[in-house]
């Protein structure tokens, strides 16, 4: 008798059986979460904008309900996206208004006026003759207005207020004022009353300081690098804002 091959009629299925796929999604999902964990840890301004832009446009955030309690967490993640939160708020709500007002009405001194924020502060510079002529202390009229946009607009945060008076290295010959230090301090102290008188602003908020010629921006030996030198600092070191609004 001759042999027939028997048939195999088992049901055998083919490639990698069905669970793979699952776990492949599984492994896909683990991956996006540990980048975003990472693009969160290496956090500067520009990549958080990005990268909660995204997260902004995927799930929504809610803005509608003030939030009054901060995280109960202590992560440094959720501290640099606060912290990066309250920097757009002040250049929104203080540095913006301000760039505004010197560009409509001191176009003239634009050059002369700068604006420095960084994670905690906020230096407002008034530079060369653009708040006093030389060797004297009182404010120039011109300038009245610009200061009290800035008052009002420090009035509406929660912070810690110095006026620094700086100058250049020049001796000074006659006038009221014996050196440079005691020169800077007068000007520091005119700022400070002014925005106490004009603004509102509560004393316990606002300190001067007088560094004379000793806290140089730019080199003595030039014109541009003494106008440089020659200023007033108003520098507001931010803890938050006093309208929950502002930081919510």
């Known amino acids: 008798m001759s042999e027939e091959p028997v048939q195999n009629n088992s049901n055998e299925e083919e490639g990698a059986p069905a669970w793979v796929v699952t776990f492949g ?124 946009k800035i008052g009002a607009l420090l009035k509406g945060t929660r912070g810690e207020i110095l006026i620094a008076g700086h100058t250049d290295n020049l001796p000074l010959r006659g006038g009221l004022y014996k050196s440079n230090l005691g020169l800077s301090m007068a000007r520091a102290a005119s700022v400070a009353e002014f925005l106490l008188k004009k603004a509102s602003i509560k004393p316990e908020r606002i300190s001067t300081m007088g560094f004379g010629e000793h806290r140089p921006l730019a080199s003595n030996h030039t014109r541009k690098g003494r106008e440089k030198n020659r200023r007033v600092e108003i520098i507001l070191t931010i803890y938050q804002y006093s309208d929950p609004a502002m930081v919510g």
């Open 25 to 148: 999604d599984l492994m896909s999902l683990l991956l996006c979460f540990f980048v975003l964990m990472l693009s969160f840890s290496e956090m500067d301004r520009k990549k958080y904008k990005i990268v909660s832009g995204s997260l902004a446009n995927a799930f929504g955030i809610q803005r509608k309900t003030p939030v009054f309690e901060s995280p109960k967490g202590q992560k440094i993640i959720a501290k640099e996206f606060d912290q990066a939160i309250i920097v757009n708020k002040i250049e929104e709500k203080l540095v913006k208004p301000i760039i505004v007002e010197i560009e409509s009405n001191f176009q003239e001194m634009k050059d002369l006026i700068e604006i420095d924020v960084s994670e905690n502060q906020v230096a407002i510079r008034l530079m060369g003759e653009t708040t006093f002529d030389l060797g004297k202390a009182e404010i120039r009229p011109q300038m009245l207005p610009l200061l009290v």
